[in-house]
């Protein structure tokens, strides 16, 4: 038995109809519409019962009195299977856009087979409602402007949501040194007059936590060099200390 037919052999074991008489016609007697989940309808075959999405019931004319086999059935479980895994990612992109990798982590938490979330992925990406590239540019752009995170941060946050190294160098690319300077500087200022004590010790712990929100070091120390320089506009400092290291 290849891997195919042992996935249907699966599915058809989990979904209820293992049970299902082999090498006779099936008749439907009835079908009804559940209450929940939405649009999922009970389809009866005398004493022996299934469940599909309302999709698939059209898709395979299953309606009263029409006739079924057992192999046709388990092909229409893996149907509803991946109509289920797709309405699942469906609703899981409903609150906000996620990446390949967080529709396929969500998929598996919810237990449906490598196939149906590789056609369901396939189908996203056809549909365009999965574009890590896209998403990664979104991103980026977003944390480093509105969030005022640094190149370094929003880089492992795009990692972490299974981006590939390309499409972060592309996303991140958009995003010109200008850009993350002035956010760099708007974080750096609020910073730099929230600390206290000598000029030294100021620029070291603003330093600091510039590179822990991500910024590099280069746009640290144009920051560090800006805001002195406020300073000395303002007669508050005599002369400048060595370069942030």
């Not at 969030?147 to 946050?157: A, D, F, I, P, Y």
């Not at 910024?215 to 300073?231: M, N, S, T, W, Y």
Request: hydrophobic share 35%; aromatic share 6%; glycine share 6%.
């Amino acid at each position: 038995m290849d891997i195919e037919n042992k996935e249907m052999s699966g599915q058809a074991e989990s979904s209820g109809i293992g049970h299902f008489p082999e090498d006779e016609d099936l008749v439907i007697t009835s079908v009804e519409l559940l209450k929940k989940p939405k649009h999922r309808y009970q389809i009866a075959f005398g004493p022996y019962l299934m469940t599909v999405h309302e999709d698939v019931m059209l898709k395979y004319r299953m309606l009263k009195g029409h006739v079924f086999r057992k192999e046709e059935l388990q092909e229409i479980v893996v149907a509803d299977e991946r109509q289920r895994a797709y309405v699942e990612a469906l609703n899981h992109l409903a609150r906000k856009p996620r990446t390949t990798q967080e529709i396929t982590q969500r998929l598996q938490q919810k237990g449906f087979e490598p196939s149906s979330v590789e056609t369901t992925l396939e189908r996203l990406e056809k549909d365009k409602l999965v574009d890590d590239a896209l998403y990664a540019k979104m991103w980026a752009e977003q944390r480093m402007t509105s969030h005022k995170k640094g190149r370094l941060w929003v880089k492992q946050e795009l990692r972490q949501k299974g981006i590939g190294t390309e499409l972060i160098s592309e996303a991140l690319g958009e995003i010109s040194a200008e850009s993350e300077l002035e956010s760099c500087l708007a974080v750096g200022r609020k910073k730099w007059q929230q600390t206290q004590g000598e000029l030294l010790d100021r620029k070291r712990k603003t330093g600091a936590y510039l590179m822990r929100r991500g910024f590099g070091g280069e746009p640290v120390r144009q920051a560090l060099k800006l805001l002195i320089e406020e300073d000395q506009e303002k007669g508050e400092w005599d002369e400048e200390p060595d370069d942030f290291e």
